[in-house]
């Protein structure tokens, strides 16, 4: 049974997603404040986290950096549930590491549809070990693991997501609207720096060794075995 977190001011709208999401066989807590909601995250690490925007203490934003740096915390999956709507906070929140976004008012329907979803790309990330290795790069599946000359390397969920396809797809040029949807599991609706903003971080991250992650002008992405 997957654990979800709902960081929710709205008691009303909080009490809503909860009912629909523990019919349909998840277990969930509730809080109504981020300061309330990482306490809760850092007492039972939850699976997911349906995370408001506009919270009265700290601002979502921060939230999902601070649950994004914690060892911990770094691999619950994050789904923004938020009034702004518009292009450029939908951008944000896919760049601080959020897995979906999803714009009040919804559809109760809709949501269970997404939380199914990013629960499963997680689930399928955890499917049968195997250490894919490039350079001096190596990426343990089931470890959620990433080395570099044997030194590992903090990466977020979907950082790793991102490395692990372009390890699994070595040499094959990858376009930022095939791996938004592969990676993000959305459709490319949204401007594609999101994409260009991961792979920075990415080669930030891993250091010279990142070099092997070519840009393919005009088109996307390809690692390139040294």
Request: proline share 4%; no cysteine.
């Amino acid at each position: 049974m997957s654990r979800i977190l709902i960081i929710e001011d709205e008691q009303d709208l909080a009490g809503l997603v909860e009912y629909n999401l523990r019919a349909a066989g998840f277990e969930t807590e509730t809080a109504s404040t981020g300061a309330s909601g990482l306490a809760k995250a850092r007492a039972h690490p939850p699976d997911l986290v349906l995370l408001d925007l506009m919270l009265p203490d700290v601002a979502g934003s921060e939230v999902l950096r601070m649950l994004k740096a914690d060892t911990e915390l770094r691999k619950a999956s994050v789904i923004i549930v938020s009034a702004k709507g518009q292009e450029s906070d939908r951008v944000q929140g896919l760049e601080l590491g959020a897995d979906d976004y999803v714009v009040k008012p919804f559809s109760v329907r809709e949501l269970l549809l997404r939380v199914k979803a990013v629960l499963r790309r997680a689930d399928a990330e955890d499917g049968p070990s195997a250490v894919l290795a490039s350079g001096d790069i190596s990426l343990d599946t089931t470890r959620h693991q990433v080395r570099v000359k044997g030194e590992e390397v903090l990466l977020t969920a979907l950082e790793f997501r991102l490395l692990r396809t372009l390890l699994e797809r070595s040499d094959r040029v990858q376009t930022r609207e095939v791996l938004l949807s592969d990676v993000w599991g959305i459709q490319a609706e949204i401007h594609t720096r999101t994409v260009d903003t991961h792979i920075k971080r990415l080669r930030e991250k891993l250091g010279p060794a990142g070099d092997i992650i070519e840009t393919v002008r005009g088109v996307g992405y390809k690692l390139s075995p040294p």
